[in-house]
């Protein structure tokens, strides 16, 4: 083996260690019991909510031990691929080194992405996440962009087996959507997607000009913690004002005969949060609270913060602020404006491959912090 490939074997043996240590897996193995234990309960789903709750975070935490474990059995199988080539001659020699090599960077790869996963250790990073997405500037070529992104967003989830939830489409008139609210469902959801919070920018040639010109248009992403009986975020009913109307769908068409949608308004704050795509106005109502919530935490926690990013800064990812360029023409490449991370294939990206700006995004804002 050589001297280069035996320090890289060792490099990645020191990182897996330290994500061993990190996850440790003797606890992981001990919290996967009590779940199992929890979840052959047949008293567990006369509540519907904790059920779910344990079943999520089992499947979380068995996915977490399976995938360390393999890396490590990967990792230990490595050299024996190695001895084996070299114990070829001629052609078999050289393809069986060069499979070893991909064998290696695929590792590499696998772990870096495993360690970015130790780095969600923030108060509410292993919370589901709430992402609202709003179209900005750009008209009519904004809101389909708004809901490209919606669809880059939940494509990404289905590819992971992740839960979502939509609350709330707001279709504008002649396509494309105005805001969507939906929920993504799975442990570590708010620290692995909060990085993602900002304005998106899109350049393309116009499918809805008939000149056939360049449009830019943008949207804006925002992240927050789902909201946990812990949270002692109490809304007075007197500072609600609660209206009901017909939900509608693309084009304004009614997808409801009932007054069914909520659009809920906290006086003292303004805040205004709409549910409409529950089968009932209670259901609707419920949605619309917890991202109500949701809101008012961030709301509570800006302020907490206040001084602290007075002082130091946010890092420039707070809502608003444009933190990647998507170009369609005149040539292909989706780029982070944060961390330089770029790919020229905008199509894999906006069918959900976004797991790499995710992974720079997270190392990214923790050299940040620690600057």
Not at 48 to 63: C, F, G, M, P, Y
Not at 213 to 224: G, I, M
Not at 322 to 349: F, G
Request: glycine share 6%; aromatic share 6%.
């Amino acid at each position: 083996m050589q001297p280069d490939v035996a320090t890289d074997i060792e490099n990645l043996d020191t990182t897996l260690t330290t994500v061993e240590k990190v996850i440790d897996l003797e606890e992981l193995r001990r919290r996967i019991d009590e779940l199992e234990h929890e979840a052959a309960d047949p008293e567990l789903w006369n509540d519907q909510d904790n059920a779910q709750k344990v079943t999520s975070e089992l499947s979380h935490a068995q996915t977490e031990f399976r995938r360390v474990t393999e890396l490590r059995s990967r990792l230990d199988d490595l050299p024996v691929l190695y001895e084996l080539a070299e114990d070829e001659e001629g052609d078999a020699q050289t393809a069986g080194i060069a499979d070893a090599d991909a064998e290696r960077a695929s590792l590499r790869a696998d772990i870096e992405a495993m360690e970015v996963k130790t780095m969600l250790a923030g108060e509410y990073d292993q919370r589901d996440a709430l992402v609202n997405i709003r179209s900005g500037a750009g008209g009519v070529d904004a809101a389909d962009w708004a809901e490209m992104l919606m669809r880059m967003y939940i494509r990404w989830a289905e590819k992971h087996q992740y839960g979502v939830e939509v609350y709330d489409t707001s279709y504008a008139e002649e396509a494309g959507l105005k805001s969507a609210t939906f929920a993504v469902k799975a442990p570590y959801m708010y620290g692995t997607l909060s990085v993602e919070m900002g304005t998106h920018r899109l350049v393309r040639i116009s499918p809805f000009d008939n000149q056939g010109r360049r449009q830019t248009s943008f949207a804006e992403v925002e992240v927050l913690p789902v909201v946990e009986t812990t949270d002692h975020i109490d809304i007075d009913e007197n500072d609600l004002r609660v209206d009901v109307y017909r939900s509608s769908g693309p084009g304004g068409q009614s997808v409801n005969t009932t007054d069914s949608a909520v659009r809920l308004t906290h006086i003292p704050t303004g805040i205004v949060v709409t549910c409409q795509n529950e089968k009932s106005q209670l259901q609707n109502k419920v949605a619309a609270m917890k991202v109500l919530q949701a809101k008012l935490l961030e709301v509570k926690r800006k302020e907490e913060r206040a001084e602290m990013d007075a002082l130091k800064g946010d890092g420039g990812s707070s809502w608003g602020n444009q933190m990647r360029s998507y170009v369609l023409h005149p040539y292909q490449m989706v780029k982070d404006l944060r961390t330089e991370y770029e790919v020229n294939n905008p199509s894999a990206v906006l069918d959900g491959d976004i797991d790499g700006f995710i992974e720079s995004g997270i190392r990214w804002r923790m050299a940040t912090a620690q600057s």
